[in-house]
């Protein structure tokens, strides 16, 4: 490797762009345990980014045959392997068998657990962004668990190595160091939390490998069919605002373009698109269903509104003439432990919430039928999620 770059071959001026590849799948499966295949590596600097990076794609007019929504999963791998077997996309190997059934993921994969990053470098799926990955890329780790922050420990042990491996390599940039700019924390005692927390801080903030690499990726809002998917809700000021500006500033603000955090209309308590619970109380009648007619009426074609954040105890359900959708049922064992239950939609038309155990099928039911006097969501029979217990063995 000691020739003039004017006296290299056309097919060694290749080997540079392979080796990075190769090594940044290399480190993708040392870190996952070679379960997830990885996406492509980020743009290298935000002058490239600004220049290079296609618009993300907000709508999808046609409906697919067979769409799967699944609510926030929050570092649990086990309840993740067991919604999307629920949904039966992966059979007990994890391999996927879903055909061509589309999946979309409301965010909140991060915190609470510890197998976040096995779940956020996964598959083929729509994930989306929720509060708690635009807490982490603010820096904001209160929700965290040791796991989370060994995870993070581990991996990046990894991602310096291949560093290192790239330095190697004539014709490859420099690499930098994933630690620059990242404080000490000294004032910590506890040697492998300061070492997880530096590791979270380089992979998770703006531009940071893991946030430019994965969540920037990631949309905010999704209008797929006649169905809105959002992690919080929207109000009509969103809608006016944009949604398609919405889903990009928040692209650029995670690839390094941004101040520190986020904007306001994505995390704010009272209208943020990330953490609005407008539609989200377990009680029908103090859910906004006004301004979500209103929300509904801007957006062609639209007919519901798809959300998770908020823990439904009772299971998804909806309220507001099920033109409000709410699928967290809090499944991590980080929240309540829920079992998993997914949302399936067949084109634009049916809707049907599978479920995989049947007290917990029946108890859900009986529930309903107490709190639908008292108030709760899914009043129109006719119109109303239909529950499917699957009896398939959920492991």
Known sequence: ?????????????????????FVDTFVDFSVSGGLFLPQDPPLPNPSSISQNLQPLRTRYPTPPDRLVAIGDLHGDLEKCKEAFRLANLIDCSDKWIGGSSTVVQLGDV?????????????GTLITMNGNHEIMNVEGDFRIVTKAGLEEFRTWVDWYRFGQAMKGLCKGLEKPEDPFDGIPSLCGLNDEGLVQGLRARM?????????SSRFLSRNVVVLVLGDSVFVHGGLLPEHVSYGLEKINEEVRDWINGLGGKFAPEYCMSRTHGVTRLRSFSHELAKNCDCSALEIVLATIPGAKRMIMGHTVQEVGINGVCNNQAIRIDVGMSKGCINGLPEVLEIAGNSELRILTSNSLYHNNYKASLDRERKEGLGLLIPEHEPKQVEVKAKVV
């Open 1 to 21: 490797m000691s020739e003039s770059p004017s006296e290299v071959s056309p097919l060694c001026k290749d080997v540079p762009k392979f080796l990075s590849s």
């Open 110 to 122: 991060l915190d609470r657990g510890g197998d976040e990053l096995k779940i956020l470098s996964g």
């Open 202 to 210: 380089a992979a998770l903030r703006p531009q940071g490998p893991i």
